[in-house]
Every structure is written in C-alpha cells, then in structure tokens.
C-alpha cells in the first residue's frame, strides 16, 4: 500500500472577497467572518484514506477566535511553531471531495503582543529556503539601522524596504523569490518585501518570524505576508508591504507562522493500492467580511500645513505635517495622497519614530502641473492618514500664481554585487525637482579605477547606472561618486566588503577533510577507496536489510 501527498503553499489559492470602502489606517478593531472552502481531487480510482491539513487561525493577545466549525470531523493539534492545525481524515465517497471551516475573529492589535518564550528566538536568526543572509544584505541594513534601540532600527528598515521594493501588487507570485533576489531586483510581492525585511533584521542579529495570514487593503480582502519581530521581549507585527508596524490595522488576520513561506502549507494526502498520485488536487477558496469595526483611539494628534498662497504652474512646493505621540512608544505611518496630476517627488509613505510624547515633523515636495489653463482657478485636496487618523488641507493653484521653480537630484540608491572577478556598481538617481538636468556627468570610483558616465534626467524621472570593475585584490575596497551639474558637485563615499573565490584545488587530486587536517590523494587512490567503501556498504545492507515499510511519495507542489 502507498501512501501519496499533495502540498500547497498556504493561501496562494485564495479568492478575494470584497468589503465595503474602509480606510484601513483607521482600523483599529474588527470582528470578521472567515468562510473557507477546500475542493480535494482523487480522479477515478478513489484511496482508501485522505488525510487534508490546514491551520486554524492563531490565537494571540491581538487576536481571538470566538468561534470555529468543520463542515465534517476534524482534529486540532499543535506543529513545532505553535500553529494550531486542522486535520480531515475521511474515506473518500466520490473523485471530488469538500471540507469546510467557518470562524469568526476578532482583531486589535492595542490589546499587546506576544511575550517570548526563552529560547525560541534562536531559529528565527539563522538563514533559510527564502532568507539568505548575504554580506550585502548584512551591510546595508547596518548601514540603514544605525544606533537606537531595537524599535527605532526596526523603524528603519521597514520604511527602507517599504519605499524601496516595487510592488507588485495583492497577493503571492507564481515563483518565489529569496531575500537575495529581491535586494537584486528591488521588486515583488508581500511574501518577498517579508523575506527580504527578515533577512535584514536577522544579519544584524534581531530576531524575525514569517506570519502568513489576511489583509482588507481597504477595497478587497487577499492573502498575505508579513512578520514579528523580537523587541523588548515582544513579538511585534510588522507589515513592509503597508508601512506599519506595531500598530497595524485591524484588518490583518493571522493564519500561521513560520521560519519563511516555506514552513506554512496545506497538505493532502492519501492511502490505497495502485492509486495514482498524479490525480491528487488540492484546491482552496475563502470568504471574509467585516461583522463589525472600531477606530483606533487617540494615539497620536496629526496636523498640516500648506501654502497660503496661490501657486502657480510647474511650482515645487513643499507639505509639513505634525505628529504628536500622547503616551506610549510607537511607530506612526504617515501616506501622503493628492490628485494624480499633482507629482509627490519624495517618498509618499514614512515611517516616523516617537518617544512618549515626542512630537515630529515630517515634509513633502510635490510638484504642480504645468498645463494649467489661463483663467481657471484648481482647488487640490491634500490628504495625510496615520494610525487611527486623517488630515485634509486645500491648495489653489492658477496659472500665472507664485512658482517655485527648482533643480533638485537625489541619490535614491547605491549598492554593489559580486562575481568570481568583477564588482558592478549599481547608482540610481531622481530627479525630485521641477527642471529638468540636460548636463550632467557621473564619475565612479573604486580602488583607483574610475568610470564616468554623461546623462540628462527629467522632473519625476528616475535613472539607474551599472558600472562594472575589475574586482580589487583584498577583503574591503574604498570607492565613491561624484555628480557634477553646472559647476556644482555632489559626492557620496562608499566601501565594499569583497568577497574572494576560494583557490581552485589542483587538477587530478581528490581533497579529503581528516579531523582537523586535509589531504589531498589521486584519481586512482580515489576509486580504490571507493571500491572498499562500496564493497563495505553493500555487507551492511545485507545483514541490515528489512521488509519495506509504506512509503510517502510527493506529487507536487503549489507555489505562490
């Protein structure tokens, strides 16, 4: 009798299910009801036994489940992370089978977090399927945490990765991305803004889990990622993809948690003689709808402030936002939103760090159309969102009004990879002003080498350089860039940790690693060695052989 298995990556089949316009900053509590829905496929001959696992959503001081009901007989246990787990164990009756669980949760994350317990923080610092922890990786998030305590280096980083990984949109993509990958190609979905959030923390010796679970993005529930960190002896929540940390909002529902993705999957598995495993499915569907919710309450005062005057078209103009904490340590995200016509040359979302009681000032330029029509006065809406709060202000703007008029580059990014014998140099600049760059130049330096390159660059344009050296002998390299435009320079140091390709072995010599010394023996030394330790290995498997025992064999795999 054989014993088959199907896994699915937890979620990635999900069905959205949507809810009526919330603000989800606003969100401060939330009753919801969760209706999910499995489809297992046995196609025509039936196994004698299926077993399906899944996970019940998590119970913290965040979180309750007030209520939870199987469809047909299911077990609940725990697995090794703490997950409770949903097993069916039936006999199929026809080629599609149905289970269902129905809950209803009840979420606030001002209720407090977890406390650790000794001991576990340990598995949840070392690298992982989807979290490597790369020297570049390690360096940049040194480099971006900086001093503070752990909270405010949290802080950091999650608004670093929020503003600085392209997303892709709700949900899990076909192909998972490592924490490698996505610091390389700066793009992707929760799970990788969550790996990638992880990796930082973790090279820097802070402990991160993956949590997979719900979000109401605040038109559509979907599946998502993100993660808990250790700080203070807490595991905090922290959401990379939305920019909120600590506080988030009550429309995240957690389903499970993990070292990575890896760690959270539903699995189908079945017993028969002579069933074919290549017919096992495992299909998934959920409903969720809000029953009730609360705002957050007053943790923080915000306010703005804008341009009295008229402004006129083209013009740069800069927002200022106040934001006051009232007791308690925290986090506060702050979304900047205006008519698209309107271009926000900064980052939109930040992430503002308060002491108790400290009070922040956080600014925004933004750019004016050019195309204003003559006689016609604009009214633009200004929009700021936090925890549990909405600022709105009013700006007016016609042509021929003031205009502030500015040339203003950034350096959004700098950072560097690897090869056997080169090291390319990746700069990437915007230009956040109002006037456009027609002559520029970009000289790039590493270890004495120099490159240049001459550009030109456009209001909201963002361009990106690859600069490929010669790798330099050593551990570390200094390096820097300077941007001349019109006289004016802009330089930025930098230094490279190297790694160097260890030194290829001598051809027709086998190494052998002996206790603490290494030894090198021939091709023919080799395969007499061998030829004893088969001849060996094959006495031990006669007199240590036993009848085969049933055996699980995989299927497949879903991935998000």
Not at 385 to 401: E, L, M, N, P, V
Not at 538 to 555: D, G, H, M, Q, T
Request: with cysteine.
């Amino acid at each position: 009798m054989k014993r088959f298995s199907a896994v699915a990556t937890l979620l990635c089949l999900a069905v959205f299910s949507f809810a009526l316009e919330i603000e989800p900053k606003l969100l401060g509590g939330a009753v919801v009801n969760a209706e999910l829905e499995w489809d297992a496929g046995f196609g025509e001959r039936l196994p004698s036994e299926v077993t399906v696992q899944t996970f019940a959503f998590s119970e913290e001081p965040y979180q309750r489940v007030e209520s939870i009901e199987c469809s047909r007989e299911c077990f609940k246990e725990k697995d090794s992370f703490g997950n409770a787990v949903l097993k069916f164990v039936f006999s199929p009756a026809s080629s599609t089978e149905f289970m269902k669980v129905n809950a209803r949760v009840s979420v606030g994350y001002e209720k407090g977090f977890r406390e650790a317990v000794p001991g576990e923080e340990e598995k949840f610092l070392s690298p992982s399927k989807y979290v490597k922890l790369t020297e570049e990786i390690r360096t940049k998030a040194a480099s971006i945490a900086g001093d503070g305590n752990g909270f405010e280096k949290l802080v950091k980083l999650t608004e670093w990765v929020h503003n600085s990984v392209k997303y892709e949109g709700l949900g899990y993509r076909d192909v998972i991305l490592d924490s490698e990958q996505v610091y390389a190609v700066r793009s992707g979905k929760c799970s990788e803004f969550t790996h990638l959030l992880i990796a930082m923390l973790r090279s820097i010796g802070i402990p991160a889990k993956f949590v997979a679970g719900f979000v109401f993005s605040g038109k559509e529930w979907g599946p998502h990622a993100w993660a808990e960190v250790l700080v203070d002896g807490k595991w905090v929540p922290v959401d990379p993809t939305f920019n909120e940390l600590g506080f988030l909002s009550a429309g995240h529902v957690k389903f499970a948690e993990g070292i990575d993705q890896d760690n959270i999957k539903e699995q189908v598995s079945a017993k028969g003689i002579g069933f074919d495993a290549s017919t096992v499915s495992l299909k998934r569907s959920a409903k969720i709808d809000f029953v009730s919710t609360t705002n957050y309450s007053d943790l923080i005062t915000l306010s703005l402030e804008v341009p009295n005057e008229t402004v006129g078209e083209g013009s740069l103009e800069t927002i200022r936002a106040a934001v006051k904490n009232r007791n308690r340590e925290l986090a506060a995200p702050l979304s900047i939103n205006m008519p698209r016509e309107v271009r926000i040359a900064s980052d939109r979302d930040r992430l503002v760090y308060l002491k108790p009681g400290e009070e922040k000032g956080i600014e925004w330029r933004v750019v004016f159309p050019t195309s204003l029509e003559e006689g016609s006065i604009y009214n633009y809406t200004v929009e700021v969102t936090s925890i549990g709060k909405k600022a709105i202000a009013y700006i007016t703007a016609k042509k021929g009004g003031k205009a502030v008029l500015q040339q203003v580059l950034e350096i959004k990014d700098l950072r560097s990879s690897q090869s056997a014998d080169a090291v390319t140099i990746f700069v990437v600049l915007k230009n956040t002003g109002s006037l456009p760059f027609t002559s520029a130049s970009l000289l790039t330096t590493l270890a004495g080498a120099e490159q240049r390159r001459s550009f030109s660059i456009g209001p909201g344009e963002q361009k990106e350089f690859q600069l490929v050296f010669q790798k330099p002998e050593g551990t570390a390299a200094d390096g820097r860039i300077k941007i001349t435009v019109e006289g004016k320079e802009l330089v930025q140091p930098f230094v490279i940790n190297l790694v160097q390709q260890q030194p290829t072995p001598e051809a027709g010599l086998i190494y052998l690693a002996i206790g603490d010394k290494e030894i090198a023996i021939s091709f023919e030394q080799a395969l007499a060695l061998a030829g004893g330790v088969i001849v060996l290995f094959a006495f031990l498997a006669i007199i240590l052989r036993r009848p085969k025992k049933p055996y699980e064999e995989s299927v497949g795999e879903t991935r998000p």
